[in-house]
Every structure is written in C-alpha cells, then in structure tokens.
C-alpha cells in the first residue's frame, strides 16, 4: 500500500466543518454557494458546526474564523470575496489569518478552473491554510461552478485525509 492510501486509511471519516458565505448581497435565499457545500458536507457524513453569511468586510470575516473555532470546526469552508472588485477582501482578511498556507489548493483550483472557463481563472484568489489557532481555512469564489468545483474536485477527496495529517 502507498503512504497516501496508508494515510487515507487512517483519516478521520467525518470532519467538523464551518460555512462561511462572505457577501454584501446574498441572504439565507440566494446563498447557492453556502448551500452546496452544506449539502455536499452532509452527502459526505461530515459534521457542520455552524455558518454564517458576513458582509465582505476583514473584520467580520476574522470574527466569524472565531466564531468557527469555538463552535468546534476543524475546518472552515469559506465562499466569495476572493475576486479583485474593491469590496472583495475575502483573500486580504484570510492571508492574515493564515500562518500555514497550503499554495496546492489556490494553484489547482486554478488550473482546473482554467480548463472550464479559460483565462478568467487567473482572477481568483482562491486560498487555503492554517490558522495560528489550528483551524483550516478553504476559501473559494462565490459562483455555484466554482464552489462545486473545489468541493468535488479538491476538498471532499482530501478533507478527512488534511485532518488526518494535522493531527500528526
């Protein structure tokens, strides 16, 4: 057996997760991003501790990654706000909260972007990492493509697996 599947093997089967959907205009109505992923969480049997839609805005966005933590995620899946429009700050509030990044998720989440929409893939900043407090942050744009995308193709195959090499 190779050391992947060895640690496959040994990772957790349901993780802890937080929603955050980082938006000035959705609501509990139009948050398609936020309920994909829930959705897809629970398809998998992981955990939700909680979510939360916050305005675009570093400070709730530091608050509610508190918020995540005390609620007792291991992880928090974040969607929108990392976009350059000047109210997108998703990317600037997380880099500062990060103390572990993990550069993979952001370079293959646009690589696998790239071969579905083309070039536009180069204006995400998708991100991901460690926080100083342990919790792991994935961060991923808003739009139900993208968000399914980083679900399927990137988060759900390795999350028990990222728990798993945490813990060690």
């Known amino acids: ?13 349901s993780v802890k997760a937080y929603v955050i959907t980082c ?5 509990e109505e139009t948050d398609d991003g936020g309920r994909i992923i829930r ?7 992981h955990l939700q501790a909680g979510s939360a839609i916050v305005p675009d805005d570093p400070q709730r966005i530091t ?6 933590q005390a609620a007792g995620a291991q992880v928090a899946l974040v969607t929108g706000g ?6 997108d700050s998703t990317f600037e509030a997380l880099s500062a ?54 679900m399927d193709k990137l988060i759900l195959p390795e999350l028990g697996h990222l728990i798993e090499e945490l813990s060690r």
């Open 39 to 45: 959705e897809k969480l629970a398809g998998h049997g």
């Open 97 to 150: 909260a990060i103390v572990r990044p993990l550069p993979g998720f952001g370079e293959l989440f646009r690589s696998l972007s790239f071969a579905e929409i083309g070039s536009a893939a180069m204006l995400s900043r998708a991100i991901a990492g460690q926080t100083a407090s342990g919790l792991f942050v994935f961060a991923m744009p808003g739009s139900p493509g993208a968000v399914r995308l980083a």
């Open 1 to 13: 057996m190779d050391v992947p599947k060895q640690h496959k093997a040994r990772a957790p089967r």
């Open 82 to 87: 990392t976009g350059l429009s000047r109210r």
């Open 23 to 27: 938006s000035d205009s959705r609501t």
């Open 63 to 68: 608050a509610e990654l508190s918020r995540a």
